[in-house]
């Protein structure tokens, strides 16, 4: 038997769904638009997400380069997080959900 080998070419939804994340990354991207915020500041905005959801939203997000994470030399050390470029290139399409949420949900 012959092997056919599948080619998969990634559509742009599936490519920018890839890079967004899981479900919390809207609301933590969201957040940012706002400006710089600490690690406590975004669980308390956004109360239902557990602190390792919010971990690794926060990693996914960094490894994608939507955000930044800054670190600085304090006790206990203090963290800030920061939508770069293209996170800030995330809003028109959030606010267009948020629309449509509205109008639909």
């Not at 956004?46 to 971990?55: C, E, H, R, Y």
Request: charged content about 25%.
């Amino acid at each position: 038997m012959e092997k056919v080998n599948e080619l998969h070419i990634e559509c742009s939804i599936e490519k920018a769904l890839n890079i967004i994340g899981g479900k919390w990354s809207f609301l933590v991207i969201k957040q940012l638009f706002d400006g710089t915020k600490r690690f406590g500041e975004l669980q308390r905005a956004i109360p239902k997400i557990s602190p390792k959801a919010l971990t690794d939203t926060l990693r996914h997000l960094e490894n994608h380069q939507v955000l930044t994470r800054e670190t600085f030399a304090t006790v206990p050390v203090t963290v800030e997080y920061t939508l770069t470029e293209k996170g800030h290139s995330l809003h028109p399409m959030i606010k267009e959900m948020k629309k449509w949420g509205s109008h639909w949900g």
